[in-house]
């Protein structure tokens, strides 16, 4: 649809991509029809940001988010402050998001919680979903969770079992699956072994974590393989690709391939990792709804408002956002939205 101006107004705003019916959808054989995005923007995106974002700020933030269609969006993480002192405000955020379930239908607003103290904080604080953080490796493990990998799992089993006793779904995170910058390659043997105890304990879902952004499609469906292997349904697995050498997409093109349905994105590629400096942004939520419009797999997410929401964030960090989508259609979507 081209957009025109009335009489005497000057010439019309040329239209863009979107304007245009592009991105062409094209189903591909043995891809899914339907694909649900975790967002991850709010919690593992601003978590890596020297600046302290206002808390007003990350509630319009997911606000926003949730307006695109996101039904997803993890919110931020009971950590203690001093460890991540950018999520210190996760008591203040919390109350701000109330009602926003009831407002955006279906909405989940899953909260990060590292040990009891964080699933007590949580708990207070009505959140109906929560997640774990592990480490596939064990320099990593000592890294950001001080205490080894073992340890770490210790920890998380009262976590887990607590809060699904009290019907609340527990995601688990398992980081460093594809390479270390410690330890080089992971073998798939040792991340299906963690893997496996994570869903063992009480996990419904198990997010797999390119961290350091070095996978490629070869080592994604190995690793798929080997759950699969291991008797672990696709359904349970989702993917975390992070984009530091350029493959976050056609490692998700890859995992959706082999039957995976829910991929973490970051709106604006927003993020990295506090304890591993090799890690770039995440997977930018725009250019993933790109690819997945143009095959034609549903995501719900107005692609329009998604870009304009990560342009606005974008300005509030004093820098243009690192996705390649936002850079091609920000100035379109904001001139159309001055229309």
């Known amino acids: 649809m081209t957009a025109t101006a009335p009489r ?21 054989p043995g891809l899914p029809e339907e694909v649900r995005i975790h967002e991850v923007g709010p919690r593992d ?34 950590v203690h402050p001093k460890w991540v002192p950018q999520l210190a405000d996760a008591e203040e955020l919390m109350p701000r998001l109330a009602g926003l379930p009831e407002r955006r239908p279906g ?27 592990a480490s596939a490796t064990e320099t990593f493990a000592r890294r950001n969770l001080n205490r080894s990998a073992d340890e770490a799992m210790a920890m998380f089993r009262p976590v887990v079992e607590r809060a699904s006793a009290a019907g609340v779904p527990v995601r688990g995170y398992l980081s460093m699956c594809f390479g270390d910058p410690w330890e080089g390659p992971v ?9 496996l105890r994570l ?11 390119d961290t350091i952004g070095v996978a490629t499609p070869g080592q994604v469906t190995d690793l ?8 672990v349904p696709v359904g349970r697995l989702a993917v975390h690709f992070h984009d530091t050498y350029g493959q976050a997409l056609s490692n998700t ?27 770039t942004g995440n997977l930018a939520t725009e250019d993933l709804v790109w690819m997945l419009h143009g095959l034609g797999i ?34 379109a979507v904001e001139a159309g939205a001055r229309d």
Not at 117 to 125: C, V
Not at 199 to 209: K, R, V
Request: glycine letters at 12%; hydrophobic letters at 45%.
């Open 8 to 28: 005497g107004a000057g010439p019309a705003r040329e239209p863009d991509a979107l304007d245009l019916g592009l991105p062409a959808p094209v189903r591909a």
């Open 45 to 78: 995106g601003l978590q890596n940001e020297s600046a302290l974002v206002p808390v007003g700020v990350k509630a319009e933030f997911i606000d926003r988010l949730a307006a695109a269609g996101l039904r997803t969006v993890e919110a931020t993480s009971f």
């Open 107 to 133: 909405l989940r607003l899953p909260v990060l919680v590292p040990n009891e103290r964080g699933l007590d904080r949580a708990l207070a604080h009505h959140a109906t979903d929560v997640a774990v953080f």
């Open 187 to 195: 073998p798939v043997a040792q991340v299906v072994r963690s893997g």
């Open 199 to 209: 869903l063992e304990m009480g996990c419904a879902e198990l997010s797999l974590g």
């Open 224 to 231: 798929l393989d080997g759950f699969a292997a291991a008797g």
């Open 253 to 279: 093109l890859t995992a959706l391939r082999a039957g995976v349905t829910t991929v973490d994105a970051s709106a604006g590629g927003l993020g990295g990792c506090p304890y591993a400096k090799s890690a």
């Open 298 to 331: 549903r995501t719900g997410v107005d692609l329009r408002a998604l870009v304009a929401t990560s342009g606005w964030m974008a300005r509030r960090l004093g820098r243009p956002s690192p996705s390649r989508t936002v850079q091609a259609l920000l100035g």
